[in-house]
């Protein structure tokens, strides 16, 4: 059942920040790879924080600021590139945050991590298992309701007017820079969030859990469930936190194992690339560019 | 203030040139536009009449010469910021955002920037405001594509899309219209409702400059020709001069 409980969890946290990170793709446009730097800089915060003895809400609540302080002032000479370029600057972003954090070993006390970091206590209640999940899958209903909401704000609608035609919405007098900052300044800050919750929770953070590697993973999440769905990168968050552990179940010889759970995983990956290359939940392109 | 108050034209463009890659496009352009008139931009097909649409809405930018808008120099500002000060185009290519149904199109046209501040829309969420979008037709033209507007923009006709971008344009709210080739294409009936709608903004005072391959549609709209031969303004003046200037002729059907 604690496992039960622990995938949930995990599972409950990667779907926050693949939502966040669905709100740059799909509805912004700007793919990114640095979702590692957002969920370091919160998990990192409120871990030290809480440490020094600051309040976890306080906490918190720095670490989302940084991330998404940090994350306007890589995003503002950002802003003037797309696509692959954008892709690039932020994985550089991505591997140099992972050389700091692996370095500063003052503070972030390099690869050996930060242990010990107390779990978030409501009235002298210390939030474990059930109640964790409960505050996890709270925050993403949360999240995911203020996320569509926000779609269809006029907000929403200038950032994916900017994702359809830039040229087209500044004909408009759509103000692409400053609707893409938004976007990814809240990205951030809800990344920072996950990250916080994920290091009361596990108690124990390194570098290699905000890697490029993570990074990646919550880029697949977005993808196989669809970006600009909402629902479909929570879907991608979930299956691919449980299909690694559910792989694990099968009944493999002994020594290829591991091997052919790794085949197995990539070839899953592989198959709903061409079969739904839009993702789980996303919409076929044919709906999407009907006749006429 | 002095006594002698000048009203500035709606736009005004001076020595305007411009050059891709050492071939000059526009050498030299300027004219004043005054608000509540209607000038078509004739000229074969490379003398440069899209470029200079794309300088004056800041899709390009100029290598040297000033734009104004009702006296304020918008030479280098950004595009977003001239249809912001009032100044719209449509497309020669009809483009629509492929996501935006025709309602949402309109609306996010219609909707000024203070709204659409992610500040505002989060206030306005968390406060259980919803804005949905409204098409709200007020020229006869536009009431082509109320029965669609539940419809994805991408789905709809060629014809239809630049009714679309038309509308929005007109939701937005400018001063100051450059239309490229907007009737090119356009069914008869349609083509008379956009001249009326044309009609009725310069009416408004709206300055309207549109460029147009239809010399019947110039006759019938603009009272006023620029006509571009290679990049200059090779001809400027009331309409049946311009037209029936015979070097005017001679380039612009002679080959």
């Known amino acids: 059942m604690d496992y039960v409980i622990h995938i949930l969890t995990t599972a409950g946290i990667f779907a926050i920040l693949a939502l966040s990170l669905d709100l740059l793709v799909g509805f912004g446009g700007m793919i990114s790879l640095a979702s590692g730097v957002f969920f370091g800089i919160g998990a990192y915060s409120s871990a030290l924080l809480v440490k020094a003895g600051w309040p976890v809400a306080g906490a918190m609540l720095a670490g989302i600021g940084l991330s ?42 390099g690869d050996a991590g930060v242990p010990n970091i107390p779990p978030i206590t409501l009235f002298d209640l210390k939030l474990r298992g059930v109640a964790f999940v409960a505050l996890v899958a709270a925050s993403c209903a949360l999240l995911w309701w203020l996320l569509r909401r926000m779609t269809d704000s006029p907000f929403g609608r200038v950032l994916r007017a900017i994702r359809d035609d830039e040229a087209g919405a500044a004909s408009l007098g759509k103000d692409a820079t400053a609707a893409k900052l938004a976007a990814f300044g ?24 905000f890697n490029i590697g993570l990074s990646i993973l919550v880029l697949l999440m977005v993808m196989l469930g669809g970006a600009g769905t909402l629902y479909g990168p929570m879907v991608g968050a979930v299956v691919l936190t449980i299909l690694p552990e559910a792989l694990k179940f099968l009944p493999l010889p002994p020594g290829i194992a591991p091997a052919l759970r790794q085949f197995a995983y990539g070839a899953l990956l592989v198959a709903v690339v061409f079969i739904r290359p839009q993702g789980l939940l996303g919409k076929a392109p044919s709906q999407r560019h009907a006749h006429r | 203030m002095t006594a ?29 536009i005054e608000a509540g008139t209607i000038t078509a931009l004739v000229g074969s097909n490379g003398a440069g009449k899209s470029t200079l649409v794309n300088l004056l809405t800041g899709v390009l930018a100029p290598d040297d010469g000033e734009i104004r808008l009702a006296g304020a120099d918008v030479s280098h500002m950004a595009a977003f910021r001239r249809a912001r000060a009032g100044l719209l185009r449509t497309f020669q290519h009809p483009r629509v955002f492929g996501s935006f149904t025709v309602a949402e199109s309109v609306a996010l046209a219609r909707t000024p920037p203070a709204v659409e501040g992610f500040g505002t829309s989060l206030m306005s969420i968390l406060k259980r405001r919803s804005s949905p979008p409204c098409f709200g037709a007020s020229y006869p033209v536009e009431e082509r594509l109320l029965p669609l507007i539940g419809m994805p923009a991408v789905q709809l006709s060629y014809g239809e899309k630049k009714l679309l971008m038309l509308s929005q344009v007109l939701a937005a709210q400018g001063s100051v219209l450059c239309l490229d080739e907007l009737c090119a294409g356009l069914e008869p009936p349609v083509v008379d409702q956009v001249r009326t709608c044309i009609l009725g903004l310069a009416t408004e005072g709206k300055a309207v400059l549109f460029v147009e391959h239809n010399l019947a549609l110039v006759r019938s709209l603009a009272t006023r020709v620029i006509f571009l031969h290679q990049g200059r303004v090779f001809r400027d003046g009331p309409v049946d001069e311009v037209l029936t200037d015979p070097h005017v002729v001679s380039l612009y059907l002679g080959e």
């Open chain 1, 68 to 109: 998404t302080l940090l994350s306007l002032v890589i995003a503002l000479p950002a802003m003037r590139i797309r696509g692959v370029y954008l892709l690039i600057v932020t994985i550089s972003v991505q591997m140099i945050f992972t050389t700091i954090m692996q370095n500063w070993r003052s503070v972030t006390g």
């Open chain 1, 186 to 209: 809240l990205s951030a800050g809800v990344a920072a969030y996950a990250g916080s919750l994920y290091a009361h929770y596990n108690s124990y953070i390194d570098p290699l859990s």
């Open chain 2, 4 to 32: 002698m108050h000048h009203r500035e034209p709606a736009l005004s463009v001076r020595n305007i040139r411009k050059s891709f890659s050492g071939i000059r496009v526009l050498e030299n352009v300027s004219f004043d």
